[in-house]
């Protein structure tokens, strides 16, 4: 038996889902019985819609299992690991045989999420293990000058990935450009997109690559000190951070003459976040982490040249980061031969909403938006329609079933009136309102906003109204309108992206949803069910039983009838809160 290991994914899914227990519950048997089997933590695979997920490996080969939860552990170990019987309905993946979700991690190409649920997040020696460090430890080896490790960035092509995709290499020769000496490096953490979990899973898998990526990063640029700006909604991801930090200096990967480079100083420290959605914007976020409040400022300057502290300072997201060891070990044709013309490598989806496997994959540039919720993400539940999917979160747009071939990229994305953004894919089924869909994504944006421009603090508002109206009932003729000639004056006029892409989502859904507007504006009806004041109930007199079930649960009294009789329902006393249509089990309640 000591052969065997078990390992339990750790991530903030998995412990949401009651991994932490399944962890625990093992620990015990373990402990109790005495078995002699290695028991061993990781982080989020990906898999989240099977969470709890537990990997156990013996000489046999891989077998991971979902939906582990605590009751199923006794049998799992008594069956796998005491008596060395694979359980196969349990069993999701496996290198033994042709398991359920095989080819889940066979369709992906893995570079940002190449550790991710492989190996124990708060274990340095895990990451050396897996070539961690060796490429600051190849550019201090082999004497690589900054302008040829900035040469590679570039010649791969990597371009950010926390939303507006400007050449990574670009950036940093910026910084190099000047020649202060103080500068800064900055990972920006603050992800703050509804449906947008990639940097937090990254974060907390593998917390070491994005250090290396901000090291290399600072010996580019001749950076004299390192800034990580996390949300404090993240907790596990701040704790792993610090693990990680703490771990680098004690080894000399951080601090005075790091790895050994004489003259080479760089530290990093962890800014944690209140949560403002603006703060992903980069002047905004330094000014939050110099103490001020998170506002936006015009530029020029940009960052390269005034950042801060007034001090030269490159920005990149986590993702992006992360992608830096990686390219310097593998050269940047190695990067470049993934993706397309002008989107090279990879990028990192989190796939949430009507999507049967919601979680993170990773897949190359170009491939399309229907692979990847198809494909990779299962389709959608419960095999209904696929309506839309919300690219790019707040800032992105909706793109519907009919341009679901649309490969992604950059450009590609940016031609639906989409985002590529940092890389939420929220995906919608036929029961979506999509006017209902544009009103939260609007209201999200106008609570973030920071208030300092006119068009984005007022615009937002007045946008918002309107929404609310169409969807209350009491929309117009020329509100559509309205809408638009509004969002292209806040789009046209605001400071930063957050007020420049606020209307993205109200644009797209009016360029291909323009008949929901319609029907919510000119017949007071919503096409989805969604939206309650535009519902009427009605009881179906071929079906109705008069079992009475609906009239009992009526909070309102709305329902009257007779037993075995046919029962109806006063529109005027009806608050249309939907309990009827669910109670009922003879599908007699009509919405329309």
Request: with cysteine; hydrophobic share 35%.
């Amino acid at each position: 038996m000591s052969e065997t290991t078990v390992t339990v994914g750790l991530g903030s899914c998995g412990i949401a889902a009651g991994a932490g227990k399944t962890y625990e519950k093992i620990q015990s048997i373990r402990e109790t019985e005495k078995l002699d089997f290695i028991l061993r933590k990781t982080s989020c695979i990906g898999m989240c819609y099977r969470e709890p997920l537990v990997e156990i490996r013996d000489e046999t080969g891989s077998y991971i299992y979902g939906d582990v939860s605590e009751e199923r552990v006794a049998e799992l170990i008594e069956k796998h690991v005491r008596n060395h019987e694979p359980v196969r309905e349990y069993i999701i993946q496996t290198d033994v045989f042709n398991a359920p979700e095989n080819d889940f991690l066979k369709s992906q190409v893995r570079i940002v999420l190449r550790n991710c649920g492989l190996m124990d997040p708060e274990s340095i020696e895990e990451y050396e293990s897996r070539q961690g460090y060796q490429a600051i430890r190849k550019i201090i080896s082999e004497n690589i000058l900054r302008e040829d490790v900035i040469k590679t960035i570039l010649d791969s092509g990597l371009r950010g990935r926390g939303g507006a995709g400007f050449s990574t290499g670009l950036k940093w020769k910026y910084a190099n450009a000047n020649k202060s000496s103080e500068k800064y490096v900055i990972c920006n953490a603050d992800e703050g997109d509804p449906g947008a979990f990639m940097d937090r899973s990254v974060l907390e898998g593998d917390p070491h690559s994005v250090l290396e990526g901000m090291i290399i990063a600072a010996y580019s640029i001749e950076a004299t000190g390192g800034v990580i700006y996390c949300r404090a909604e993240y907790p596990l991801a701040i704790k792993r951070l610090d693990i990680a930090i703490r771990q680098a200096r004690e080894r000399g990967y951080l601090g005075t003459n790091v790895f050994g480079k004489e003259g080479f100083n760089f530290d990093i420290t962890i800014k944690e976040g209140a949560g403002a959605f603006v703060c992903g914007e980069e002047t905004a976020l330094i000014a939050s982490v110099e103490g001020e409040r998170g506002m936006p400022r015009k530029r020029p300057p940009f960052p390269a040249q005034s950042g801060l502290w007034k001090k030269p300072t490159n920005i990149n997201n986590v993702e992006t980061y992360a992608n830096v060891p990686w390219i310097i070990l593998n050269g940047a044709e190695a990067y470049a031969k993934y993706g397309t013309e002008k989107s090279k490598g990879t990028k990192v989806f989190a796939l949430a909403g009507k999507v049967k496997h919601s979680g993170l994959v990773e897949v190359p540039m170009g491939v399309t938006i229907r692979d990847v919720i198809f494909k990779l993400g299962g389709g959608i539940k419960m095999d209904k329609r696929f309506k839309a999917v919300q690219l790019g979160g707040p800032s992105g747009g909706c793109i519907p079933e009919s341009h679901s071939d649309t490969i992604v990229d950059y450009d590609s994305l940016n031609a639906t009136g989409a985002i590529m953004g940092s890389g939420g894919m929220v995906v919608m089924d036929e029961t979506t309102c999509m006017v209902d869909v544009a009103k939260f994504f609007l209201d999200f944006t106008r609570k973030e906003s920071c208030g300092k421009c006119t068009f984005c603090r007022m615009g937002t508002k007045r946008m918002l109204e309107i929404l609310e109206r169409i969807t209350d009932g009491k929309g117009e003729e020329g509100d559509i309108e309205k809408l638009e000639e509004l969002a292209f004056q806040i789009r046209d006029n605001s400071l930063c992206a957050l007020g420049q892409t606020a209307p993205n989502p109200v644009l797209t859904t009016i360029r291909y949803f323009r008949d929901e507007y319609e029907a919510h504006i000119l017949h007071k009806k919503c096409p989805a069910k969604v939206c309650r004041p535009l519902l009427t109930y009605t009881v179906d007199p071929a079906k109705c039983t008069g079992c009475m079930v609906c009239l009992k649960n009526c909070p309102v009294h709305a329902i009257t009838g007779e037993r075995k009789k046919i029962h109806f329902i006063d529109p005027d006393i009806c608050t249309k809160c939907g309990i009827c249509f669910s109670k009922c089990k003879f599908d007699s309640i009509i919405v329309s």
